[in-house]
């Protein structure tokens, strides 16, 4: 089985330009969250899915954040545009439901530069 | 909120000594305590849960953790430690306050297995 999948690995941006991550998650998981770590610190909850909807995305900064999961499978996390605090490891994760335990990517580290 | 605390940035031992890495927790009602691993460049990866039950809990790697209600503790353990547990370690409590439901997770200690 295939784990949680994301693309890229890497990404170094300038800062106020945008910037995309996406997240495959494991076939039949029908809950996705993006998480992200900063340097030295433990992962912080931006956005969860229950299949295509959103239903917590309070930690997620709007102004310049965005996600979608449109058909409730693979998901996108968009910055527009990019700060200087936004570097970080950005994680998808996704489980059965949301009780289940989660199963982490491998995350998309980005440096803005 | 729930929250949990890992009290120590970095713990050293010797390769076949006992290692333990410390968590402590605040929650109100039951807890859901998760124990991960990160190793560098990589996503974490799960190690163990307690959700009830018998207070030790096995894990993947031959790692436990011992649930103490009382001290509000459930720390990590291993017999002993091999240079390969050397990584990034993350104690977690699932949080449903106000309907959300989401893994908060400590700071993160970071084991140093030496030979």
């Known amino acids: 089985e295939a784990g949680v999948v994301q693309s890229p690995r890497y990404k170094i941006i300038e800062k106020k330009q945008p910037v995309a991550f996406w997240c495959n998650p494991i076939?039949?998981?029908?809950?996705l969250y993006w998480y992200r770590q900063n340097l030295g610190q433990g992962p912080e909850l931006l956005i969860r899915y229950e299949n295509e909807e959103a239903v917590d995305d309070s930690q997620l900064p709007k102004d310049r954040f965005s996600a979608e999961r449109l058909k409730g499978v693979d998901s996108t996390l968009k910055i527009q545009p990019a700060e200087l605090g936004d570097s970080a490891v950005y994680l998808c994760?996704?489980?059965?439901?949301?009780?289940?335990?989660?199963?982490f990517g491998s995350g998309t580290r980005l440096t803005v530069v | 909120a729930q929250s949990v605390a890992q009290p120590e940035d970095q713990v050293n031992v010797a390769e076949g000594n006992p290692l333990t890495v410390k968590c402590t927790y605040s929650v109100s009602g039951n807890p859901y305590l998760f124990w991960y691993v990160q190793y560098p460049n990589r996503g974490l990866q799960f190690l163990l849960k307690?959700?009830?039950?018998?207070?030790l809990v096995k894990g993947s790697y031959g790692f436990e953790a011992e649930f103490n209600k009382s001290q509000t503790s459930f720390h990590l353990k291993k017999p002993s430690a091999l240079v390969s547990d050397s990584a990034l370690y993350f104690c977690?409590?699932?949080?449903?306050?106000?309907?959300?439901?989401?893994?908060?997770f400590g700071t993160g200690t970071q084991l140093k297995v030496e030979l």
């Open positions: 977690a409590v699932r949080d449903f306050t106000g309907g959300g439901n989401k893994l908060t």
């Open positions: 994760a996704s489980s059965l439901n949301s009780l289940h335990g989660y199963t």
């Open positions: 307690y959700i009830t039950g018998d207070n």
């Open positions: 076939s039949g998981h029908n809950t």
